[in-house]
Nanobody, 125 residues
Framework: QVHLVQSGGGSVQAGGSLRLSCAASDYTYYRGCMGWFRQAPGKEREWVARILFRTGTPYYADSVKGRFTISRDNAKNTVYLQMNSLKPEDTAMYYC??????????????????WGQGTQVAVSS
């Protein structure tokens, strides 16, 4: 099992930046898949970005391409989401999730068995 601890989030004005972190605490060396998801009030949970720890290959939803950057630190078993040029429509609860496979990295939230506690991101205009 994977225990995920999130940090970061907060409130910023449009055009600002935030950095989210998520650590997998139950592994010495995590080499699976980790993703970021978000859910706004009244909307379904949507995929934002994901990364395979083994290769570091990132993938992004079209809505955040060019603005968000996902990265990982293998030594710390931690994934980051750097969010730049934030827009009011980015306002949501953000969750990290883990899929512990060295080769598979899905994008559907229902495929991820382990989740962080979530952190609120609010972007004002």
């Amino acid at each position: 099992q994977v225990h995920l601890v999130q940090s970061g989030g907060g409130s910023v004005q449009a055009g600002g930046s935030l950095r989210l972190s998520c650590a997998a605490s139950d592994y010495t060396y995590y080499r699976g898949c980790m993703g970021w998801f978000r859910q706004a009030p009244g909307k379904e949970r949507e995929w934002v970005a994901r990364i395979l720890f083994r290769t570091g290959t990132p993938y992004y939803a079209d809505s955040v391409k060019g603005r968000f950057t996902i990265s990982r630190d293998n030594a710390k078993n931690t994934v980051y989401l750097q969010m730049n040029s934030l827009k009011p429509e980015d306002t949501a609860m953000y969750y990290c999730a883990a899929y512990p496979s060295a080769f598979l990295c899905p994008a559907k939230p229902t495929d991820f068995p382990y989740w962080g506690q979530g952190t609120q991101v609010a972007v004002s205009s």
